[in-house]
């Protein structure tokens, strides 16, 4: 599930199907109702696709239910109003593979950049990444909606951080989230080897989701390549909650369900 101030109220996104299996040049279409409708009181639909390949930060696809960005080929498209709605893929291409949310969100526009690019570091140490964005994040409601998220090696994404400085459950507290306003950081104290990873921020406070590039990403020994997967998600404005990954067999592009995050 995922929320985002924009539409009022909780709002508990459901993606279908949980598993596709499909052969490059077939179409596939993914799912997506939302609990209430997500027309805003400014007469918009603030329901967006976004993808988010192995080893490369998350893309937007689709804005405002049917709007390609500007670099998505047509083979994308989205549709639907109210509650319901469907990202269609023709002509599926083994680069599709990824993890592919819907979401709903507010306006706006924002630039970000993280730092450093890499970190080379010792078990035991610390580490920082900083985290700069081109215009305050403080919501009209008072929140500021920044958030951290680590991807390991042969695993799906992973909220760490909500909303600047809490922790998600089961997030050790040798991660710390600070900042306000336009700066940021997460911290991790006592670095461990399975800290290894790619690290990203991402806000929730405008429209479109910002991709953070470059991400920060973990040097430490013994990193697995990352698999090619297609897998289906989302989260709540608290968390991004766990996905089970499918590796693709040969040609098939497979998906598999976000579980539900603890609201």
């Given at each position: 599930?995922?929320?985002?101030?924009?539409?009022?109220?909780?709002?508990?996104?459901?993606?279908?199907?949980?598993?596709?299996?499909?052969?490059?040049?077939?179409?596939?279409?993914?799912?997506?109702?939302?609990?209430?409708?997500?027309?805003?009181?400014?007469?918009?639909?603030?329901?967006?696709?976004?993808?988010?390949?192995?080893?490369?930060?998350?893309?937007?696809?689709?804005?405002?239910?049917s709007?390609?960005?500007?670099?998505?080929?047509?083979?994308?498209?989205?549709?639907?109003?109210?509650?319901?709605?469907?990202?269609?893929i023709?002509?599926?291409?083994?680069?599709?593979?990824?993890?592919?949310?819907c979401?709903?969100?507010?306006?706006?526009?924002?630039?970000?950049?993280?730092?450093?690019?890499?970190?080379?570091?010792?078990?035991?140490?610390?580490?920082?990444?900083?985290?700069?964005?081109?215009?305050?994040?403080?919501?009209?409601?008072?929140?500021?909606?920044?958030?951290?998220?680590?991807?390991?090696?042969?695993?799906?994404?992973r909220?760490?951080?909500?909303?600047?400085?809490?922790?998600?459950?089961?997030?050790?507290?040798?991660?710390?989230?600070?900042?306000?306003?336009?700066?940021?950081?997460?911290?991790?104290?006592?670095?461990?080897?399975?800290?290894?990873?790619?690290?990203?921020?991402?806000?929730?406070?405008?429209?479109?989701?910002?991709?953070?590039?470059?991400?920060?990403?973990?040097?430490?020994?013994?990193?697995?390549?990352?698999?090619s997967?297609?897998c289906?998600?989302s989260?709540?404005a608290?968390?991004?909650?766990?996905?089970?990954?499918?590796?693709?067999?040969?040609?098939?592009?497979?998906?598999?369900?976000?579980?539900?995050?603890?609201?």
């Amino acid at each position: 599930m995922l929320w985002i101030p924009g539409s009022t109220g909780d709002v508990v996104m459901t993606q279908t199907p949980h598993t596709l299996s499909i052969t490059p040049g077939e179409s596939a279409s993914i799912s997506c109702r939302a609990s209430k409708s997500l027309v805003h009181s400014n007469g918009n639909t603030y329901l967006h696709w976004m993808v988010h390949k192995p080893g490369q930060a998350p893309r937007g696809l689709i804005y405002l239910v049917s709007n390609r960005y500007s670099d998505i080929p047509d083979r994308f498209s989205g549709s639907g109003a109210g509650t319901d709605f469907t990202l269609r893929i023709s002509r599926v291409e083994p680069e599709d593979a990824g993890i592919y949310c819907c979401w709903q969100g507010s306006t706006g526009d924002v630039v970000m950049t993280q730092t450093p690019h890499t970190l080379s570091i010792t078990p035991g140490e610390s580490a920082s990444i900083s985290y700069r964005a081109s215009q305050s994040l403080v919501h009209s409601d008072g929140n500021t909606y920044l958030n951290w998220m680590v991807h390991k090696p042969g695993q799906a994404p992973r909220g760490l951080i909500y909303k600047i400085s809490n922790r998600n459950s089961g997030i050790p507290d040798r991660f710390s989230g600070s900042g306000a306003g336009t700066d940021f950081t997460l911290r991790i104290s006592k670095l461990e080897p399975e800290d290894a990873g790619i690290y990203y921020c991402w806000q929730g406070t405008h429209f479109p989701p910002t991709v953070i590039q470059p991400r920060t990403q973990t040097s430490l020994p013994g990193e697995a390549q990352l698999p090619s997967v297609l897998c289906l998600g989302s989260s709540t404005a608290e968390s991004l909650s766990p996905c089970e990954r499918k590796r693709l067999k040969n040609s098939e592009v497979q998906s598999a369900a976000m579980a539900s995050a603890q609201a």
